[in-house]
């Protein structure tokens, strides 16, 4: 059983929709991130949240941590090719453990 | 570029045999992440040091070990290697347990 259940696990849309993925838990982290990871590479930091009911923006991409911070979302907007990859949450508990989702597989097609 | 590097980039070995990973972080960073993710897998965690101690340890195997040298920098062993061993091998580093940068990986493909 994961930590962190990231859903959905596959997405597959077109250029230009919407999209949100989602990450929850039952445990309360101190701090979580996003990660994207393109096919054979290591993980890339998009976000850091830290405070319950942060919203955070990065162009297109809108983060939010739950205010109770167990969950997290992830909106795109306006998706594009260039956004797809594997997007993985990962949570940092208060005994310096962290943990990653499984991730969710985005394609987006021209 | 994270500024974590990792050599070598791909490793060809035999069931059984013995390998070794190297890592070195970012500049200043104190923590070494080991992750491994086989094909279409999550990041499986494996172990953590922090300034030559470990401080965390997750699903590794007892045929695999890690340590942290005086310079920071981590080697992952792996021995008796089995088939279902060969994935990609991060190295993560990070000045806290907040944000950790990710090597480009060692794929290692056992035969």
């Known amino acids: 059983t994961q930590l962190l259940e990231q859903s959905p696990q596959f997405l597959s849309i077109q250029e230009g929709e919407n999209l949100t993925v989602y990450c929850n838990s039952s445990?309360?982290?101190?701090?979580l991130q996003w990660y994207r990871q393109e096919p054979g590479e290591g993980p890339v930091l998009l976000v850091t949240?830290?405070?319950?009911?942060e919203v955070k923006k990065l162009k297109r991409l809108t983060f939010q941590f739950g205010d109770a911070r167990k969950d997290s979302s992830l909106h795109i907007t306006a998706a594009q090719p260039g956004d797809t990859g594997l997007y993985l949450c990962?949570?940092?508990?208060?005994?310096?453990?962290?943990?990653f989702g499984a991730g969710t597989r985005l394609t987006v097609k021209p | 570029d994270s500024g974590v590097t990792q050599t070598p980039k791909h490793l060809i070995t035999a069931t059984g045999q013995r390998v070794t990973l190297r890592c070195s972080p970012r500049?200043?960073?104190?923590?070494v992440y080991w992750y491994q993710q086989s094909l279409d897998q999550g990041l499986q965690f494996l172990i953590q040091?922090?300034?030559?101690?470990?401080?965390a340890k997750g699903n590794i195997l007892e045929r695999f070990s890690a340590q942290q040298f005086p310079d920071l920098h981590s080697e992952l062993n792996l021995s008796s290697l089995e088939l279902g061993d060969s994935a990609l091998y991060f190295c993560?580093?990070?000045?806290?347990?907040?944000?950790?940068?990710f090597g480009p990986g060692t794929r290692l493909t056992v035969l």
């Open positions: 993560a580093s990070s000045v806290d347990n907040n944000e950790q940068f």
């Open positions: 445990s309360v982290f101190s701090s």
């Open positions: 949240v830290v405070t319950g009911g």
């Open positions: 990962a949570g940092a508990q208060y005994n310096n453990d962290m943990r």
């Open positions: 500049s200043g960073d104190l923590s």
């Open positions: 040091y922090y300034n030559g101690e470990e401080r």
